[in-house]
């Protein structure tokens, strides 16, 4: 008979298995029904992933099976500059508009081709963009854009001057419902207004365009390019784009 005493087999617990993603699929909506803005992959993450023993993958599992869930409602779920969020699909907006106590603000073409400029040929200053538009820029144009947090000074352009460079922000991708620029269409260089009504178009797919506001266009569209400025904003002629 062996007496050698036999080796005990060590058994290690393994892994919770991750949480039956219907449920956590459920929690992310609620989550996303109750933030005030978009909440990033990180934060979700945070907010459920340790308690389900959940991985980047699972919750991409878990969202995509939330995004399906809508596909048959009147929401849908995005994925922004920000992150994720849920919101009311772009063919209900006429009738949420309703419901609403003000009209969302209209932006006169001046403003949206500026804005365009900036979009698609950032970062651009002030002056480059009256080269192209041939009209001054009204300070008030750049003022709205910028207060409406889609446009902002990035830096200064190394020319006499020093003028300001513009770009836009992450909230001007979450508004646009875009994840990053290169979802934008694309585009050749803008150097004609041929060019420009193009990338109006483009922009104006996701944005409401307001009819020529005479007063707006009188204070933008009236004044030659060349003395809308002071001489130290200039850039230098040889340097800013032109109008083929």
Wanted: glycine share 6%.
């Amino acid at each position: 008979m062996n007496d050698e005493p036999v080796a005990e087999e060590v058994t290690t617990p393994a892994e919770a298995p991750p949480a039956d993603l219907g449920r956590i699929a459920r929690i992310l909506e609620a989550l996303l029904l109750a933030a005030d803005g978009a909440l990033s992959t990180d934060q979700l993450q945070r907010l459920v992933g340790a308690e389900f023993n959940l991985g980047k993958r699972e919750l991409r599992e878990a969202l995509g099976l939330l995004a399906d869930r809508c596909r048959e409602s009147a929401c849908e779920l995005r994925e922004v500059a920000s992150g994720w969020r849920l919101q009311v699909r772009p063919e209900y907006g006429e009738w949420i508009a309703r419901i609403w106590q003000e009209k969302p603000p209209k932006y006169s073409r001046a403003a949206m081709e500026t804005l365009s400029l900036i979009v698609y040929r950032q970062p651009i200053t002030r002056g480059e963009i009256e080269d192209i538009r041939g009209v001054a820029v009204s300070t008030n144009i750049l003022k709205t854009l910028t207060e409406r947090g889609w446009v902002r000074e990035v830096g200064v352009k190394d020319s006499p001057g020093r003028p300001a460079l513009y770009g836009t922000t992450v909230q001007f991708l979450d508004d646009f419902d875009l994840r990053s620029l290169d979802q934008l269409p694309a585009l050749p260089d803008i150097k004609s207004l041929e060019q420009l009504e193009a990338a109006m178009s483009r922009l104006g797919e996701r944005a409401l365009l307001a009819p020529r506001d005479a007063e707006v266009e009188a204070a933008t569209d009236a004044v030659p390019a060349e003395s809308s400025r002071p001489a130290a904003e200039a850039d230098p002629p040889a340097q800013g784009p032109r109008i083929q």
